[in-house]
């Protein structure tokens, strides 16, 4: 009888706490509503702020919630989200591909020697992306400036005016030339030898002024814009740090290393192995850094990355950010045991101070901060073509 009175008295206690609980809940949030609804009223003069305080207009659960939904969405819909982009794909491309048609394109090409690829890790290794003269077998059927196209037996379902083209675009400074030389060697080895055909080309971008700060969002602006205006024909663009190369071979990765774009923005960089450390690392949910591939039109839908992040971090967060807003849901292949790329060794950046203040206010400016004003914020000194890759430098103005 005394053990459930205690029992009662306690269940009362907690009832009676919950209670409380949630009556302040809803006291805050009519509170806040009354201030939110004050805020509005004031004339727009007096409440004017600096583009660089922070303006929260979103918050971190209103990105896991969009995140979540597009699991449902890819999960319950499958190959019927985003019908639209459906017509403008080629007969071979990612998204179009039968299984049937994918598996004779597979049998064609595995008949190839040496179709395994194996990562080269080695930093000491002979070769000078900048002289055409010293290069490896993989490059003897790349055409200037980096471009590759598949050969494909002749009365095949797939010829080259039907197959994706690629255009990887690479952010790079110039302490990162030894990630440089081994990224070239293992990502020109490694697409050569890829399961499924795709033409691709590798564009590197380098800031050449270090008076500011790296501008990583302002490089892959003036990337993207140089190829809308050379008018060359990319189905996909692969944003792709410089540090990090395939772990394996395309038939051990399957799509977990599979650069081609998508219906939706397709990230394949959550999972990796540093190196330098030792260790595979796990990025959150989150992450859309690392490697990035997505159709050329989700791009220019959401005005291309913000130029205002100087130093590191963030800039991918508020490209994220922007196409959340865009309905974009960012896809990504199911993770594996053992990660499907690995990091290269470099020496970290240091973190901006300012980056938080920026990404608070992401969609306040997205509209006219981006590729649509990126003439205005750098120079294109120099356009060069060596062996290997395209080499775009430019001047980030201040």
Known sequence: MGRNRIIFWFSLGLTLVNIWFIFNYILSSFNQDVFQTKQQCQPISSTKKSSREIQLNFNIMDIYRIDVSCKYITRDLGSKISDKFVDKNKKCSASSLTKDLNKKIQNSLSKRENNLYYPILNKSILFDPFNNDNYFDMFN????????????????????????????????????????KLFLINMHSYLQK??????????????????????KGRLIN???KHIIDSRENADCIVIHDVDLVPSNDGNKLGESGDYRCRKMPWHLSRKVFNIKTNQERLYNQFLT???????????????????EYFGWGAEDDDFQVRMFNQKLCIMRPELRKQPSFKMLPHESSKASNTRFSYLSNALNRYEQDGLSNIDNLVEIKSIDQFKAFTYLKVKVKK
């Open 289 to 307: 850094g690392g490697i990035l591939s997505l159709r050329l039109e989700h791009f220019i839908k959401v005005n291309g990355f913000s130029n």
């Open 194 to 215: 890829f399961q499924y055909p795709f033409s691709y080309k590798i564009l590197v971008v380098e800031q050449v002024d270090m008076e500011s700060k790296f501008n």
């Open 141 to 180: 059927d790349l055409k200037l400036g980096g471009l590759w196209k598949p050969k494909l037996d002749p009365g095949k379902e797939c010829n080259l005016d039907n197959i994706d083209h690629v255009v990887f675009v690479v952010p790079y400074s110039h302490s990162r030339y030894e990630n440089l």
């Open 222 to 224: 003036s990337a993207v």
